[in-house]
T-cell receptor, first 116, second 113 residues
Framework: AQSVSQHNHHVILSEAASLELGCNYS??????LFWYVQYPGQHLQLLLK??????LVKGIKGFEAEFIKSKFSFNLRKPSVQWSDTAEYFC??????????????FGKGTKLSVKP | DAGVTQSPTHLIKTRGQHVTLRCSPI?????VSWYQQVLGQGPQFIFQ???????GRGNFPDRFSARQFPNYSSELNVNALLLGDSALYLC????????????FGDGTRLSIL
């Protein structure tokens, strides 16, 4: 079965530190990849997505992610975090298989706490 | 623009009861998906409907059912509620079912006593 692994459960950083959140998926076929963010008290919001093309994708608020097919990875990065980035981050995969459209498979999420 | 709206916001039920959760997609979106998010976990896919037909089903028992109406709104029904059904139920919509990012609502928090 397809699965998504997020390596870190809780990450604590100081403002201006660099961020990298790991995400690996298990599926050998064509996938679409997403990062969603959930700020405290808010709904899930799309941060960025990868469908095809340039494996380095840029999202909102200075986030970017790199798709490395050989490693089945889609890590999220930000050069300098801000206190307002405190949130929970979810990696998700949409796998099309067997002629039917798949649906989003989420990782367990990574809580990011940024200290001012 | 109105986002995905879900009702009710919170719901408390007892074991054995049934519940109906409602979702209105973003205007123009024809695909609605339902997810269950248990505390400390990522959302888990339950159903997808597109153009009023079921297009996908996750690994949930038959107590869970859903439907989509001609105006593309959707209902999720859960019968014979169990304590383990306590969770946040999320609805997401997209313009089409495939290769489209999904937009999520705030969810319905269901508590089973």
């Amino acid at each position: 079965a397809q699965s998504v692994s997020q390596h870190n459960h809780h990450v604590i950083l100081s403002e201006a530190a660099s961020l990298e959140l790991g995400c690996n998926y298990s599926y050998g076929g064509t996938v679409n990849l997403f990062w969603y963010v959930q700020y405290p008290g808010q709904h899930l919001q799309l941060l960025l997505k990868y469908f095809s093309g340039d494996p380095l994708v840029k999202g909102i608020k200075g986030f970017e992610a790199e798709f490395i097919k050989s490693k089945f990875s889609f890590n999220l990065r930000k050069p300098s975090v801000q206190w307002s980035d405190t949130a929970e981050y979810f990696c998700a995969v949409n796998a099309n298989y067997g002629g039917s459209q798949g649906n989003l498979i989420f990782g367990k999420g990574t809580k990011l706490s940024v200290k001012p | 623009d109105a986002g995905v709206t879900q009702s009710p916001t919170h719901l408390i039920k007892t074991r054995g009861q049934h519940v109906t959760l409602r979702c209105s997609p973003i205007s123009g979106h024809k695909s609605v998906s339902w997810y269950q998010q248990v505390l400390g976990q990522g959302p888990q896919f339950i159903f997808q409907y597109y153009e009023k037909e079921e297009r996908g089903r996750g690994n949930f028992p038959d107590r869970f059912s859903a439907r989509q109406f001609p105006n593309y709104s959707s209902e999720l029904n859960v019968n014979a509620l169990l304590l383990g059904d306590s969770a946040l139920y999320l609805c997401a919509s997209s313009f089409r079912g495939t290769n489209q990012p999904q937009h999520f609502g705030d969810g319905t928090r269901l508590s089973i006593l």
